[in-house]
Nanobody
Framework: QVQLVESGGGLVQAGDSLRLSCTAS????????MAWFRQAPGKEREFVAG????????DYADSVKDRFTISTDNAKNSVYLQMNSLKPEDTAVYYC???????????????????WGQGTQVTVSS
């Protein structure tokens, strides 16, 4: 059974940095892409960043471009999200997701991802 385990969340101040990690296990296939989504209280889950397993394609939400960087380490079956210049509006539960379908792009729709982690809380105080 495929499992995604996130780590690295926490409480920080505005302007600080955090690095989230997600490790996948239990899969016998190579993912096409992995992504980070987030969900703030009372809001829908939204796409943050995604990357193909090869690392050749990435995509970011406009709200995090130039502040967040997504990367992979295939040897460790892991994906990372480096978050810099954090803002209070970045406060949310961050989820890692895996897309096993071969596509031409990194998709941003939650329903197209096959597996999800349990989430890690990121809180940014002002």
């Amino acid at each position: 059974q495929v499992q995604l385990v996130e780590s690295g969340g926490g409480l920080v101040q505005a302007g600080d940095s955090l690095r989230l990690s997600c490790t996948a296990s239990g899969h016998s296939f190579s993912p096409f892409a992995m992504a980070w989504f987030r969900q703030a209280p009372g809001k829908e889950r939204e796409f943050v960043a995604g990357i193909t397993w090869s690392g050749s394609k990435t995509d970011y939400a406009d709200s995090v471009k130039d502040r967040f960087t997504i990367s992979t380490d295939n040897a460790k079956n892991s994906v990372y999200l480096q978050m810099n210049s954090l803002k209070p509006e970045d406060t949310a539960v961050y989820y890692c997701a895996l897309d096993r379908v071969q596509r031409h792009i990194v998709v941003i729709v939650t329903s197209l991802y096959d597996y999800w982690g349990q989430g890690t809380q990121v809180t940014v105080s002002s």
